[in-house]
């Protein structure tokens, strides 16, 4: 089951998140994908890259295939670059992703950006994703905890993201599920707001239909300066972790 929920915020006047869910069978596919602030049409280079991937998978549904997400977000760089060569007047804009392909127990990923894909398990909650942004690397580096990185004044600069480079660099891995578990994909807007505690706390206390709704809620409440989006996988029928 998949669950999702998308807002601009309290701030910015448009929404340059975009989000995709779909399912085929036993298949689950979820992505999010987050425009690239103070750049053209982040709104535009997100839209294209959920669209390209919902359409690869609406045209090849399976089987679950580790290269199969890293092709789809391949195909949509692709496509930004293209539609940036037809209209120049959108030249430079970009977007993260994240996005997961589902089957049973079986999951893929697939990350650019610092968009996040989170697993919620019967011991709390962990981040599955590596963020492809400055501050992240210097706390890989060592260099920040994690705590100096949340107040870093060049907190979203971003490494890499969908559109800026002909030469893609995607990240991909794949995890595997225990009943009851789920999965969270979001944009920044929700986890520059709610702690990883905060998320988790919501999922474990409310229907995966509501959960959505009540990170905005929270996320606006804190302040909403960015536009938030997150999408809620369960894989398995039965509801609560």
């Known amino acids: 089951m998949l669950y999702a929920g998308t807002d601009k915020g309290k ?12 399912s085929h069978q036993n298949l689950l596919l979820a992505a999010v994908a987050d425009g690239m602030g103070g750049h053209k049409a982040g709104d535009v280079a997100s839209g294209i890259v959920c669209r390209v991937i919902r359409d690869k998978f609406e045209k090849e549904p399976g089987p679950l295939d580790a290269s199969w997400l890293e092709s789809a977000v391949a195909d949509a760089n692709r496509e930004v670059f293209s539609y940036q060569e037809k209209y120049p007047e959108y030249h430079g804009m970009g977007t993260t992703v994240t ?30 994703s590596s963020d ?11 260099e920040l905890t994690a705590e100096e990185a949340e107040r870093h004044p060049k907190k979203n600069l971003l490494l890499k ?26 944009s920044d807007g929700l986890t520059d707001k709610l702690s990883e505690d905060d998320i988790d706390t919501i999922v474990r206390n409310h229907d995966p239909d509501e959960a959505p709704g009540q990170c905005i809620n929270l996320a606006n409440e804190r302040g909403g300066e960015d536009n938030i989006t997150l999408v809620l996988v369960q894989p398995f029928e039965s509801g609560r972790i």
């Open 11 to 22: 701030v910015r006047k448009l929404n340059e998140d975009s989000y995709v869910t779909a």
């Open 99 to 128: 996005a997961v392909l589902c089957q049973g127990r079986e999951v893929l990923f697939a990350n650019v950006g610092d968009s996040r894909l989170y697993h919620l398990h019967q011991h709390g909650i962990t981040q599955v």
């Open 132 to 142: 492809d942004s400055f501050v992240a690397e210097l706390v890989r580096q060592g």
């Open 161 to 186: 993201a969908v559109g800026t480079d002909t030469d893609l660099e995607v990240s991909t891995g794949s995890l595997l599920l225990r009943e009851g578990d789920k999965l969270l994909l979001c």
